[in-house]
């Protein structure tokens, strides 16, 4: 933080809050998490897995603050297992689901996550979501193309952009920000890979 300040420029970061200091612009991960939650309770899941990405990044501890806060309204327990965002180990959530048989929903803090788990669901012979329902967060190209087709958290990623500018023009031009660290919400996107 001391290097990005100590160059005298304007600054905003995106995705993460790195110092009270510095403006910022992200997506509301902890709704993400929260309406991950919700579809999954909603649609009857009971023995839930989450698979997250790696524990120190900010913004899986915000998807998984708002899925936890949900899980504990709830009263279910969920079983964690951390991942690599990009290529995650097969052989890890094999294990982690071999583990857990009795699975019934899964929440994954990536869509790449959510398609390597889905691939082997079907491997090990589940249904998806007639077994398993998964969710995944991102809402990629790619999410949209996979069968089942999933269902996301979908961020704002334009609007983060153009927020992001508008907040840097702002910066340049010596003009006070309206808001210090810019939170925009997200939204869920139903496809296939959940229960109608």
């Known amino acids: 933080v001391k290097a990005y300040l100590n160059l005298k420029m304007p600054i905003i970061t995106i995705d993460h809050i790195i110092d009270k200091s510095i403006p910022s612009v992200t997506s509301d991960n902890v709704m993400g998490g929260e309406l991950a939650g919700r579809k999954l309770i909603e649609k009857g899941a009971k023995n839930i897995i989450h698979f997250r990405g790696p524990s120190m990044l900010i913004t899986v501890v915000d998807r998984a603050r708002g899925f936890y806060q949900v899980m504990d309204e709830h009263n279910v327990d969920v079983h964690s297992f951390d991942l690599a965002f990009k290529g995650p180990d097969l052989n890890d959530i094999e294990m982690f ?100």
């Open 97 to 196: 689901i071999k583990k857990h048989p009795d699975v019934d929903g899964i929440f994954c803090s990536s869509d790449i996550i959510a398609m390597y788990v889905i691939s082997v669901l079907k491997r090990l012979g589940y249904k998806v979501p007639g077994d398993v329902q998964v969710i995944g967060f991102d809402n990629i190209e790619l999410s949209e193309i996979i069968l089942p087709r999933l269902t996301t958290i979908a961020q704002p990623i334009i609007e983060i952009g153009e927020v992001a500018i508008d907040s840097l023009i702002k910066l340049i031009n010596k003009k006070e920000l309206d808001e210090m660290h810019k939170i925009i919400p997200v939204t869920l996107v139903e496809r296939d890979s959940t229960k109608k």
